[in-house]
């Protein structure tokens, strides 16, 4: 099972750190990533982060704002978000799969989501 957590609102320009905790399951052995979904719109890939930490891939609007990183031996995997804009609101889910792709379809494992919400 995968726990989201660490959203809320924030004002634009602002920062927040998600958290996606595990248990019953050992992270390490997963691609891990990060998808959110705003209103009214499709799923989309935010970032993803290989079994290592060793490399990572993001989504073009994400670039040199969103830093994705995990620590294996605390089963948890971080989604820093820095430069927030209006645009970055949406539900945040965290992912687990065994390939490394940007298809949400690909990953097994899902969190339950957490809402960021970012005012202008």
């Known amino acids: 099972q995968l726990q989201a957590s660490g959203g809320g609102l924030v004002q634009a320009g602002g920062s927040l750190r998600l958290s996606c905790a595990a248990s019953g399951r050992t992270l390490s052995s997963y691609i891990m990533a990060w998808f959110r979904q705003a209103p009214g719109k499709e799923r989309e890939f935010v970032t993803y982060?290989?079994?290592?930490?060793?490399?990572?891939e993001y989504e073009d609007s994400v670039k040199g704002r969103f830093t994705i990183s995990r620590d294996n031996a605390k089963n948890t995997v971080y989604l820093q978000m820095n430069s927030l804009k209006p645009e970055d609101t949406a539900v945040y889910y965290c992912a687990a799969g065994r390939l490394v792709t940007t298809t949400s379809a690909s990953y097994d494992h899902w969190g339950q989501g957490t809402q960021v919400t970012v005012s202008s």
């Open positions: 982060i290989s079994r290592s930490g060793g490399f990572t």
